[in-house]
């Protein structure tokens, strides 16, 4: 990865124009390392609902709004995996020789949609046929998982809560944030409650935004950039649709995981997602990666909800099974703790606007590697100190599509 | 590429969901080369309209009906062109290392949807700003493209018919085809109008149906297959959304062509494809191609509409600049003539289930490179004699994406 560009998450930015937002992140990270447009050879285009749009192929505008015709471009989707899906095929597009450097642009404008609304599109989804028609709603979904990971391993709402704080507060020095706050475990539980044991702030919102990653094969890198980042190693995992039809599915073993450690539950499939798993699996065997807390400096995680950052913990092998809600609490996941969890204040107080959140990550990644926070942000509060490997990892449905990338600082 | 697999393209077979259909695709290409589940590394899904299907995320769970599940997946999607988007992508998978086995899956279900709905998805791939409100639709785009070839090369509407013809009656001996038919002039000129000059049988019809590819690397192809055929080069092009955008653009020279052959034309933009010429030239290069007519034996090309297809075969230097109706009535693009093209029948009998038809086009042409047309067919009348290379070409909205393959048998 030679740049990265983001612009600020925000709701209510009815005058920017999806393309001029994506623009905006583009021209960041072509002026940040001075690339110029005959350098690029192609691109990957990042976003989720035409719904939200109320236009297919946007891709195909921006692409033209940011002066890429008539080079390849393809979109990729995935839920609210897109962008790390997207990301993903940036690489892949490097790596098969395809081309030397390669523009992955995110995008997603939500907040023109009032919630009601926005809700339906969301709830599109999920299974029309089964869940949608009997009012299923992913709020619901993660409040039953959550409901079940407090049953099995006493996890608390304080815990919850916990996610939600550090997370909003980390923010506080992010200034592309949506929703940076100084939160008390009373403030989180008094708002008001969306799906029990959730409440408005255990849940991120929707958002506008773009974020544009920049990558480059090997020899490129270095031309285009003195300080690239290398992508290590990608890891993908997919789900079934309906959280009815995963209960029983064996869950993946990460390298420093035994069979002891989830084989006595009785639904494994329902707090554990089995894509996040098979994602960190392969990325781990990519990056020779052993023990993920000692080996990985910071994570920028798919807190969508509090609940399902405690289950992430899980799922990339940071603790043991059913011990996330102890591991926020530990303060490990705190930053200058032992791993950095959602350095940049996460989803849940960035903002998610679908298409741009993934990408984003990357970018927040690449300048941590980069050790250019204090440059991109104008404080270097959330710089992870002698941050040499991040991950990064995107989320869609209740689990459907996981991605994991492992990113390294260059010596 | 190791095997494939096509359901029958048809109108109205509402009581088959899209999994079936892709699983029907699929069990056909996993049984032709024996290949099994656990061989399968991972997919790509081709899909293009969420609304038709009322439905996000159709991909996921086609990938769990087919038991693809926890495997890495995503869905690729650029209009009219995804199918070849996503064929590509899975090439890329496999050229990354990423994958040895890939299945790439592609299907639409339309039919279940009026006609005038239906339209209206469509026209949402419009710029809805622009062209949608002024009742802008594809087949409007279309028909001007049509009149400015007629005025500026003295193209006819014979010439578009007997396009129409060629395509239907190859259909005749192509058992999955939608429409074969037998016709004349009269019929197609005397069909109904449906935008002036093109009528109803200078159109592909709405379709439903799916299509597999299984691809695979050079050291797998051979333990999978007695029969692999080389994908041996890709090429990708895009374009401005609008037509009203491109009057004036450059468009690319092919290897054979010199700027004479389209300097003098005061709007080169309206009537030839940038996005096919990019595509076509990076593909060409790849596969060392300067002679396209003598070198490619057969083309499986985009024909949503007769004049697309005259088009075509100038953007792909099958013919000069202009002649691509003169070519037509050569006979050269016939069954048997200089170089087959549409001998499935195109999108014009084939019928046009967005996401499928790409990937059904790979199928064919996989078919035909292995001179196994007569046992998938139970008629070898469309097999090409002793073709050794073929042409895919799959196309978006006005030309805003063209992907061209190049695919060669393996001696």
Known sequence: MVSGGVTKFAKALPTMD???????????AMNDAGITLDQIDGSVASYFADHFQRQLMSGIMVQDYLGLTPKP????????????LAFQTGFEEIASGRMDVCAVYGFESMSHVNTWKGNEFIALASDTNFDYPVGGFYTGYYAMMARRHMHEFGTTVEQLAKVSIKNHKN?????????PMNLTVEDVRNSPMVASPLTRLDVCAMSDGAAVAILASKEKAFELSDHPVLVKSIGTG??????????????????????GDYSKLE???????????????????????????????????HDAYTSSEIQTYEDLGLCKYGEGGSFVESGKADLG??????????????????????IMQSVFAFWQLQNTIGKHFGN???????????????????????????????Q
């Open 380 to 410: 270097d509060k959330l710089q992870v100190k002698n941050a040499k490997r991040g991950l990064i990892h995107s989320h869609a449905g209740t689990g459907t599509y996981v991605t994991v990338s492992i990113m390294e600082a260059v």
């Open 73 to 84: 471009s393809k979109r990729v989707e995935g839920g609210g995996a897109t962008g790390g």
């Open 171 to 179: 923010a506080l020095n992010n200034p592309y944030a949506q929703s």
């Open 238 to 259: 997919t789900d079934t649709m309906r959280l009815a039809d995963r209960p029983f599915l064996k869950v993946p073993l990460l390298p420093n995981e035994t069979e």
């Open 267 to 301: 639904y494994p499939g329902i707090h554990s997602f089995r894509a996040g798993r098979t994602a960190a699996k392969e990325a781990y065997q990519g990056a020779g990666i052993t023990d993920p807390l000692e080996e990985i400096d910071f994570v920028e995680l």
């Open 18 to 28: 999806f393309r001029m937002r994506v623009k905006k992140a583009f021209d960041y």
């Open 337 to 358: 703790g032992k791993v950095a969890v959602n350095p940049s204040g996460g989803l849940l107080a960035c903002g998610h606007p679908v298409g741009a959140t993934g």
